[in-house]
């Protein structure tokens, strides 16, 4: 069976930088594209980053482009997302979801629109 586990979500101040990673197990990364997502109660389900499997092309929303950068590491079939001057609003559960229903993501994404999902990590900002 496919999982994925997320881990490393912490509180951490505001400016500060947190690793993100989601470990899958049950098949390889290189076998579907990769996205972050995050969900709020106020904004509901916004996607943050993706990998393309096939050339690895990283794509982002605007809000964390320049901060965030998503990464994978294939000899431990784990992505990462690396979250550098973290902001209040950037203050979320994140999710790892793979085998997107289309491509490439877009900012309002939906729960139905990933096959799998981790469970989430929760990340807190203090200002």
């Known amino acids: 069976d496919v999982q994925l586990v997320d881990t ?3 509180e ?10 989601c470990a899958a197990s049950g098949y390889s990364l290189a076998v579907y594209d990769m996205s972050w997502l995050r969900h709020t109660p106020d904004k509901g389900l916004e996607w943050v980053s993706a990998v393309d499997r096939n050339d690895g092309m ?3 929303a605007d809000s964390v ?3 965030f950068t998503i990464s994978t590491d294939n000899t431990k079939n784990t ?4 979250m550098n001057f973290l902001k209040s609003e950037d203050a ?3 999710y790892c979801a793979a085998d997107a229903r ?6 309002n994404m939906t729960w139905t629109d990933f096959t799998y999902w981790g469970q989430g990590t929760q990340v807190s900002v203090s200002s």
Not at 13 to 20: D, N, V
Not at 79 to 82: E, G, I, K, S
Not at 102 to 107: A, D, M, N, T, V
């Open 102 to 107: 289309f491509w490439p993501p877009r900012k």
């Open 8 to 10: 490393g979500g912490a």
């Open 65 to 67: 482009k320049g901060r």
């Open 92 to 94: 979320a559960r994140y």
């Open 58 to 60: 990283r794509l982002y």
């Open 79 to 82: 992505l990462y997302l690396q």
């Open 12 to 21: 951490v101040q505001a400016g500060g930088s947190l690793r993100l990673s």
